[in-house]
């Protein structure tokens, strides 16, 4: 082989003529009709093995930089770890923790009621970034509330760029638990409207679970028959306008449509990373995201600009669509362990052996400083003896802790069971859904005829009898109350999701612009605004130098020829125009 006029290693006009299928696909390579293998491809160009990082000289690159290379072996690190999950095995987040998913739904308002059916297992997120929603909130009937999921503040919405409200569209939601709606806000990534290469949704969330720490989630999305470049461009600049949030720990959740699988031949996926990576992100997800019968692809993303404080990214096996979640767990702060308590948010639950606990809330924590509030304490005080006066005051006080925190019994749940099951889902219905999840997680592990074949079988199933199953319950409920109107219409509305009211606080914006919901602050501005408004409107007219209002000539129109005439009555007439009305005797 001739020498290389470079004299290193990286030429590409060398790369062509000497290495077998340069520009080949891995999953060409691997063979298409082994879908395992395929399926197990891996995004990692951080790791030190990578045949990219190869090229060139790398004693001077390890000598040099050395800061980088310990930036990519925490990288390469994260993403080794990254693995597929059942959504089954993800644990609720502790207080020290956000855990976010992002996921391409494929039209929000079609998959809303399968969320609302599977709430536990969305609960356990601080987070829920959707893409793709297909959805425009000014089109609803009932607008947002058609959208809200128990336990998640109203959901921040984008609608789709495109004038069919298809294909596009970003929605945000935060878990209650994480912070109020105060702490929420939007922020405007200054893009230009007129371009439609990219969505980008910005939110920030101020402190996030009392840990008094900021934290800005990035919701985006790229339609596949949108210009690559162009979005690059559009991503290029909403990264300098986030710039000032360097400092705060920003992650990038969405859908890009370009395959990091490809990354080693592909322009696209290697221009995303280096625009990226720019601005100081890298990618944390390794394992594709969408897995059908011919083809394994990366095209979900997620990006840090923290990798200390990123715990672990890892794909869910959520069957909702044909994309797969991700999970992005981050840190708070350092964890603290507490022995014979485990506390989640102002949430203590305090062990009293195996059968029975405690929980200590500040819903609890008032009703108890009231109760002792209230509490005269004169029997105690009414004994002479030391011994017995203690005595009737920690009965007393017992009493009144045991009222405000009372003693709960932890029964043991059966397999599979549900935190809040619906009244149609059935034991053996339940065992029969976690079989299929297991089914699904089994087909993205190891796409076989047989597994798909399997998976398909249980999804057949469960879709009939949940379906056959609902059906017959709410029959029987409208049977049951068919002499009440009330019940059916609650019924009715349950089903239709008007029940579930969004946040109706009431927010006011300031002459500086920022945005006051807290009641009190409510409160105030409205009596300061109230009260001092006959003040400004005297200082208004005071300030004319001419006080002429004017005469009723300017809003009385010049007297008409034809008067009007009102003719005299008497008690008679107005008697038998009141008996000819017509009486309704019901």
Same mark, same amino acid.
């Given at each position: 082989?001739?020498?290389?006029?470079?004299?290193?290693?990286?030429?590409?006009?060398?790369?062509?003529?000497?290495?077998?299928?340069?520009?080949?696909?891995?999953?060409?390579?691997?063979?298409?009709?082994?879908?395992?293998? @395929?399926?197990?491809? %891996?995004?990692?160009?951080?790791? &030190?093995?990578?045949?990219?990082?190869?090229? !060139?000289?790398?004693?001077?690159?390890?000598?040099?930089?050395?800061?980088?290379?310990?930036?990519?072996?925490? &990288?390469?690190?994260?993403?080794?770890?990254?693995?597929?999950?059942?959504?089954?095995?993800v644990?609720?987040?502790?207080?020290?923790?956000?855990?976010?998913?992002?996921?391409?739904i494929?039209?929000?308002?079609?998959?809303?009621?399968v969320? =609302?059916?599977?709430?536990?297992?969305?609960?356990?997120?601080?987070?829920?970034?959707?893409?793709?929603?297909?959805?425009?909130?000014?089109?609803?009937?009932?607008?947002?509330?058609?959208?809200?999921i128990?336990?998640?503040?109203?959901?921040?919405?984008? @609608?789709?760029?495109?004038?069919?409200?298809?294909?596009g569209?970003?929605?945000?939601?935060?878990?209650?638990?994480?912070?109020?709606?105060?702490?929420?806000?939007?922020?405007?990534?200054?893009l230009?409207?007129?371009?439609?290469? !990219?969505?980008?949704?910005?939110?920030?969330?101020?402190?996030?679970?009392?840990?008094?720490?900021?934290?800005?989630?990035?919701?985006?999305?790229?339609?596949?028959?949108?210009?690559?470049? =162009?979005?690059?461009?559009?991503?290029?600049?909403?990264?300098?306008?986030?710039? =000032?949030?360097?400092?705060?720990?920003?992650?990038?959740?969405?859908? @890009?449509?370009?395959?990091?699988?490809?990354?080693?031949?592909?322009?696209?996926?290697?221009?995303?990373?280096?625009?990226?990576?720019?601005?100081?992100?890298?990618?944390?997800?390794?394992?594709?995201?969408?897995?059908?019968?011919?083809?394994?692809?990366?095209?979900?993303?997620?990006?840090?600009?923290?990798?200390?404080?990123?715990?672990?990214?890892?794909?869910?096996?959520?069957?909702?669509?044909?994309?797969? !979640?991700?999970?992005?767990?981050?840190?708070?702060? &350092?964890?603290?362990?507490?022995?014979?308590?485990s506390?989640?948010?102002?949430?203590?639950?305090?062990?009293?052996?195996?059968?029975?606990?405690?929980?200590i809330?500040?819903?609890?924590?008032?009703?108890?400083?009231?109760?002792?509030?209230?509490?005269?304490?004169?029997?105690?005080?009414?004994?002479?003896?030391?011994?017995?006066?203690?005595?009737?005051?920690?009965?007393?006080?017992?009493?009144?802790?045991?009222?405000?925190?009372?003693?709960?019994?932890?029964?043991?749940?059966?397999?599979?069971?549900?935190?809040s099951?619906?009244?149609?889902?059935?034991?053996?219905?339940?065992s029969?859904?976690?079989?299929?999840? #297991?089914?699904?997680?089994?087909?993205?592990?190891?796409?076989?005829?047989?597994?798909?074949?399997?998976?398909?079988?249980?999804? #057949?199933?469960?879709?009939?009898?949940?379906?056959?199953? %609902?059906?017959?319950?709410?029959?029987?409920? *409208?049977? %049951?109350?068919?002499?009440?109107?009330?019940?059916?219409?609650?019924?009715?509305?349950?089903?239709?999701?008007?029940?579930?009211?969004?946040?109706?606080?009431?927010?006011?914006?300031?002459?500086?612009? %920022?945005?006051?919901?807290n009641?009190?602050?409510?409160?105030?501005? *409205?009596?300061?605004? *109230?009260?001092?408004?006959?003040?400004?409107?005297?200082?208004?007219?005071?300030?004319?130098?001419? *006080?002429?209002?004017?005469?009723?000539?300017?809003y009385?129109?010049?007297?008409?020829?034809?008067?009007?005439?009102?003719?005299?009555?008497?008690?008679?007439?107005?008697?038998?125009?009141?008996?000819?009305?017509?009486?309704?005797? =019901?």
């Open positions: 082989m001739p020498h290389c006029h470079r004299d290193s290693l990286g030429c590409i006009k060398c790369c062509e003529s000497n290495i077998p299928g340069y520009y080949t696909d891995n999953c060409e390579i691997i063979g298409k009709t082994n879908y395992i293998k @395929a399926a197990s491809l %891996k995004f990692n160009p951080y790791d &030190t093995a990578h045949i990219i990082n190869s090229i !060139g000289n790398s004693t001077e690159q390890d000598e040099n930089n050395e800061l980088t290379n310990d930036l990519y072996t925490k &990288t390469s690190l994260l993403l080794t770890n990254c693995k597929y999950q059942e959504p089954s095995n644990t609720p987040s502790k207080a020290e923790e956000l855990k976010i998913l992002s996921l391409n494929r039209s929000l308002m079609k998959n809303i009621e969320i =609302r059916e599977e709430i536990d297992t969305y609960l356990k997120f601080d987070v829920l970034c959707f893409n793709e929603t297909n959805c425009n909130v000014e089109k609803l009937v009932n607008g947002s509330n058609d959208l809200l128990d336990g998640f503040h109203e959901p921040f919405l984008k @609608a789709p760029v495109r004038k069919s409200g298809k294909g569209g970003l929605a945000i939601y935060v878990n209650k638990k994480v912070c109020n709606a105060s702490n929420l806000e939007l922020v405007d990534p200054g230009d409207p007129e371009d439609t290469s !990219g969505e980008f949704q910005i939110l920030k969330m101020h402190n996030c679970k009392h840990e008094n720490k900021t934290k800005v989630i990035v919701n985006f999305y790229r339609s596949p028959s949108k210009d690559v470049n =162009r979005f690059l461009n559009l991503l290029d600049t909403a990264l300098y306008k986030l710039d =000032r949030h360097s400092r705060k720990h920003v992650l990038f959740f969405g859908d @890009a449509n370009i395959d990091l699988i490809k990354y080693d031949t592909d322009n696209s996926g290697q221009c995303l990373i280096d625009t990226l990576a720019k601005h100081g992100y890298v990618q944390s997800v390794s394992k594709p995201t969408r897995v059908t019968s011919h083809s394994a692809t990366l095209i979900d993303h997620v990006y840090t600009n923290n990798i200390e404080d990123t715990i672990s990214s890892n794909v869910l096996t959520i069957d909702l669509t044909d994309h797969l !979640g991700t999970l992005t767990t981050i840190r708070l702060a &350092t964890p603290s362990n507490k022995n014979g308590s506390k989640i948010m102002g949430r203590e639950r305090i062990n009293l052996g195996s059968d029975k606990s405690r929980i809330n500040e819903a609890n924590n008032v009703k108890f400083k009231e109760l002792l509030e209230c509490e005269t304490w004169e029997g105690v005080l009414g004994h002479g003896n030391a011994c017995t006066q203690y005595e009737s005051f920690l009965e007393k006080y017992t009493s009144h802790y045991n009222t405000a925190y009372p003693l709960r019994c932890n029964r043991t749940r059966r397999a599979h069971e549900r935190a099951p619906k009244p149609w889902i059935l034991p053996w219905l339940e029969a859904c976690e079989r299929k999840q #297991k089914a699904y997680y089994t087909k993205i592990k190891k796409p076989t005829e047989e597994n798909v074949a399997s998976y398909n079988r249980l999804k #057949k199933f469960c879709e009939k009898h949940v379906e056959k199953a %609902k059906n017959q319950y709410f029959k029987k409920q *409208f049977e %049951k109350y068919s002499d009440s109107s009330k019940k059916q219409w609650r019924l009715i509305n349950g089903l239709l999701n008007r029940s579930k009211k969004g946040d109706d606080r009431i927010r006011l914006k300031g002459a500086d612009g %920022k945005i006051v919901d009641d009190q602050a409510v409160a105030e501005r *409205f009596n300061d605004y *109230f009260s001092s408004i006959a003040t400004k409107i005297k200082a208004q007219i005071s300030s004319r130098q001419t *006080f002429d209002p004017g005469g009723f000539e300017q009385l129109h010049k007297s008409t020829s034809q008067s009007i005439y009102l003719k005299p009555t008497d008690p008679t007439e107005i008697q038998k125009i009141v008996l000819a009305l017509k009486i309704n005797r =019901r």
